[in-house]
């Protein structure tokens, strides 16, 4: 099986955190996945290089010696000249912890013990919902996404997609490779008003029908009982 990292997304992240044996195993696991890290032990030098260098990501601990990550987080919001995703990675776990972290300015949070896949997924998660936030064109593998024009294309061919299709395959590619729920799904999709039982099972047919249904493969896959995901790495 081909590295998923290696075929979407190599990140190039800063990791700050003074804890070495917990560097150490985040760097392994996602060095191995392609991903390129640097590293700071302590808050003054996390923020400096954070500054200096165009990271993808930042992955910030917070009790760190010198500046906590929040300040850290705090003076990157006001210094730095563009957006810079930062994942909080820490063992304060209570609500008002994450209400103080998010409030500072961290796009998500953490909490210690972790599993080393959910960190993964959540750093591309983050990491492509800026792209979206900065790009116009999202590219998937063989999908490419033009928000401004709402056109659609898989190898390079244009899909005649309805605007719902467009809408259900753009909430999925934003949060690839997480499985969107049907709930979630449909808040995104009609928000409190009320539909029709069948009209999602309406909209997913025909999104297949155009997506899937010309091509030797499918990208849209069914998660029985949970959701919809993009199946990209599928599509060989």
């Given amino acids: 099986m ?3 990292a290696s075929q979407q997304t190599k990140l190039n992240v800063l990791l700050v955190e003074d804890q070495l044996s917990i560097a150490q195993n985040i760097a392994q696991y996602m060095e191995a996945k392609g991903h390129v890290f640097d ?7 996390g923020l400096e290089l954070a500054l200096e260098q165009p990271y993808d990501l930042v992955i910030l601990d917070l009790n760190l010696p010198g500046m906590d990550g929040l300040e850290i987080c705090q003076q990157l919001r006001e ?6 995703p930062i994942l909080m990675l820490t063992a304060r776990d ?3 912890d994450k209400v103080t972290g998010f409030g500072v300015g ?24 800026h792209l979206l936030q900065t790009n116009n064109t999202l590219v998937l593998g063989p999908l490419s996404i033009d928000r401004k024009s709402k056109q659609v294309k898989r190898d390079e061919q244009v899909l005649d997609l309805h605007a719902m299709g467009v809408r259900i395959v753009t909430i999925l590619a934003e949060a690839y490779p997480q499985v969107v729920s049907r709930s979630e799904l449909t808040q995104k999709l009609w928000g409190d008003e009320p539909t029709e039982s069948d009209a999602m099972r309406s909209h997913i047919y025909q999104l297949r ?4 249904k010309p091509f030797d493969k499918p990208l849209l896959k069914t998660v029985h009982g949970v959701g919809f995901v993009l199946d990209i790495n599928n599509d060989k």
């Fill in 79 to 84: 210094k730095s000249s563009r957006h810079i």
């Fill in 39 to 45: 590293f700071a032990t302590n808050g003054k030098q």
């Fill in 94 to 96: 209570s609500i008002d």
């Fill in 2 to 4: 081909t590295n998923t």
């Fill in 106 to 129: 961290a796009d998500d949070y953490l909490t210690k013990p972790f599993v080393l896949q959910e960190l993964e997924v959540r750093c591309l998660a983050l990491s492509r919902r």
């Fill in 209 to 212: 029908n155009v997506l899937d």
